[in-house]
């Protein structure tokens, strides 16, 4: 019987094909599951681009499904981005909210301010979101309505103050929309520079304004139309 040689041995082996590798098996999403992914992705492209620079093809890649699957789920862009922008706004107003639970009006102004500054260093990508322009509105309304609504809340607690301090009540809508309106343009610079810390940001903000509303004068007027 002929020996088999070494040589043979290594030209069998090297011949041998190897096994084919069974294939891997994708988790299916649910429909659940899916939507939100697709929500989490439109979020992120929604504050890159804006609403006008983004579009279904890219969500749709990027979540490596086909352009009917987005539309099954929101029916087109509008449906997507309203869906992003309520759930900022529902998030952003519930947090200012919650952090109002001091008793003081100093302390509120600090909360508010806070709370702000957390959201927009913690959910960035929201913020951006919530203060880019866009030819819609959604269910729940835009970065300014959430401003209208702490702003509300911000006059109550004016009110209360003005009154105590012989002030005229009525004006406190108008110190509340200013007073938030410092605090929101301020988010957005702070937004890009990221310093100082947001607690030294908060706690100037509320400087101004609280050492500014202790020293209101009850009839202010112009100096310019004073002195003609």
Do not use: C
Request: glycine share 6%; proline share 4%.
């Amino acid at each position: 019987m002929a020996s088999v040689s070494d040589g043979d041995r290594g030209a069998t082996r090297r011949r041998a094909v190897p096994p084919t590798p069974k294939p891997v098996s994708r988790v299916r999403m649910s429909a659940a599951q899916r939507r939100e992914q697709l929500i989490s992705i439109a979020r992120q492209i929604f504050a890159e681009r804006g609403f006008d620079a983004t579009s279904i093809e890219e969500v749709a890649a990027r979540a490596k499904v086909s352009k009917p699957v987005v539309y099954e789920h929101f029916g087109g862009k509008e449906g997507l981005y309203a869906v992003v922008v309520d759930r900022e706004v529902r998030a952003l107003l519930d947090r200012i909210t919650t952090a109002l639970t001091a008793g003081h009006p100093r302390e509120l102004l600090e909360q508010a301010a806070l709370a702000l500054l957390s959201y927009i260093e913690e959910e960035t990508s929201g913020f951006r979101v919530l203060v880019r322009e866009s030819p819609l509105l959604s269910a729940t309304g835009n970065f300014s309505s959430v401003l209208n609504d702490v702003a509300h809340q911000v006059e109550h607690i004016l009110g209360a103050e003005f009154k105590s301090r012989g002030y005229d009540p009525k004006l406190a809508e108008l110190y509340s929309q200013a007073l938030v309106g410092m605090v929101a343009l301020t988010g957005r610079w702070w937004l890009e520079v990221r310093r100082p810390r947001k607690e030294t940001v908060a706690a100037h903000l509320v400087n101004l304004a609280w050492n500014g509303l202790s020293h209101l004068e009850a009839k202010p007027g112009m100096i310019t139309v004073r002195n003609r």
